[in-house]
Every structure is written in structure tokens, then in C-alpha cells.
């Protein structure tokens, strides 16, 4: 199942006003809603996400749609844990139109590469692995961009947006969706009394 938020509201309203599915970790902050969707005005150098109230499986995703080149520093995240402020994020950096992957776990943001070209109006999706729960892949409009492996410094968690609080942080996440990872539909198998069916048509004198 897919949660979704267009995040339409009234700016300046904190994230967990705007709905009650949006929750705070422990030791973190809301973020709000502004003109261009979410943005997360505070203190520099302050890291925060804020998670969907649902239970998500250990293989789980979150994209958003990027809709301003003003924003910056925020993104959406994976494994935020509901006891600590800690997760895996993808954070727009306006200023370079790229995405930077990464973590933030104690207290300490440390990037996976140095970003990947993205632009305004692209989806953004992170999303871990289903069969490998330590491999994340960073998407651009569905195409995996880099495939991040051995990261197990955080398990299980929740999908959700972030970002880096700061005065100037005017938001650029346009709308957001997070769920669990699914496998792709299998092909379709004919059942063997529809295809003796078919057989016989085919070749009359057959059962």
C-alpha cells in the first residue's frame, strides 16, 4: 500500500498540523508546509525528518517531486527511526541541481557520493532493496541513478520526508509518497486445463 501527501496547506503550518499521519522522532522537529510544498526553517546545520504513521516492511521507498530551484537540503528519507532523530536521506542541493544521498545517525550527517544530477521537476525516489535490505537505490523519474551497497548502520524504520533546517530553507518538495518495496508481477501462467482446452482446438482429436 502507497501513502501520498500533496502537501496543499497553509504555509507556515508545522508538518504534523497539517496531518496527524505525520510524526516527529524522538528528539527531532517538525517540519511545514510552505508556498512550494515543505521546507524546514530553524537553525543552521540542524538535520530533521518527520515519518508516516503506518508500518512499513524492512524494504521501503520514498520519492518526491522536486518543484523549486529555490529550496534546497531537503529530500526524502528511509529508515527514520521513531526513537531516535536518525534515517537515510536524498537531499536537493538547488544551488549544484543535484541530489545528494547519505546518513544521519548520532548526531552526524555523512554523504554516500557527491550527488547526482536531478532537476526541478523530476521525481526523486530512495528506496531499499527487496531481496537485499542493506542495498538503496537513489532514482531519477524511475531510472536508478546509483546503487548504494553495506548500508546497515540503521534497519527497519519508516518512510518520510527531511531536510537540514535553516533560515533561508524556502522548500522544494512538491508532493511525497512512501509504501513498501513490491516485487514486479510475474508473467501470466495459463492454467493446464485452459491450455488442454486450447490444444484441443488447435489440434482437433486432442484432450
Not at 103 to 132: K, M, N, P, R, Y
Request: proline letters at 4%; a negative charge; charged letters at 10%.
Amino acid at each position: 500500500m502507497a501513502f501520498t501527501d500533496l502537501f496543499n496547506g497553509t504555509p507556515n503550518t508545522p508538518l504534523t498540523t497539517h496531518s496527524a499521519s505525520w510524526l516527529i522522532p524522538s528528539g527531532g522537529t517538525s517540519l511545514e508546509i510552505s508556498s512550494d510544498g515543505v521546507s524546514a526553517q530553524g537553525n543552521a546545520d540542524s538535520m530533521h525528518a518527520n515519518y508516516w504513521d503506518a508500518t512499513f516492511a524492512s524494504a521501503h521507498y520514498s520519492k518526491i517531486i522536486i518543484a523549486a530551484s529555490t529550496g534546497t537540503l531537503t529530500g526524502p528519507a528511509i529508515r527514520i527511526q521513531s526513537g531516535s532523530n536518525e534515517y537515510y536521506y536524498a537531499l536537493w542541493l538547488s544551488s549544484d541541481s543535484e541530489v545528494v544521498a547519505g546518513q544521519f545517525v548520532s548526531g552526524v550527517a555523512t554523504d554516500w557520493d557527491s550527488g547526482h544530477t536531478f532537476a526541478v521537476g523530476d521525481t526523486v525516489e530512495f528506496a531499499i532493496d527487496l531481496s537485499v535490505t542493506t542495498t538503496v537505490y537513489l532514482k531519477r523519474n524511475g531510472s536508478t541513478v546509483a546503487t548504494y551497497t553495506n548500508k546497515n548502520a540503521l534497519s527497519g524504520g519508516r518512510s518520510g520526508v527531511c531536510a537540514l533546517f535553516a533560515p533561508s530553507n524556502t522548500g522544494a518538495i512538491a508532493s511525497w509518497e512512501g509504501g513498501d518495496v513490491e516485487a514486479p508481477p510475474s508473467g501470466v501462467v495459463v492454467p493446464s486445463r485452459l491450455n488442454a482446452g486450447i490444444n484441443s482446438w488447435i489440434n482437433p482429436g486432442t484432450k
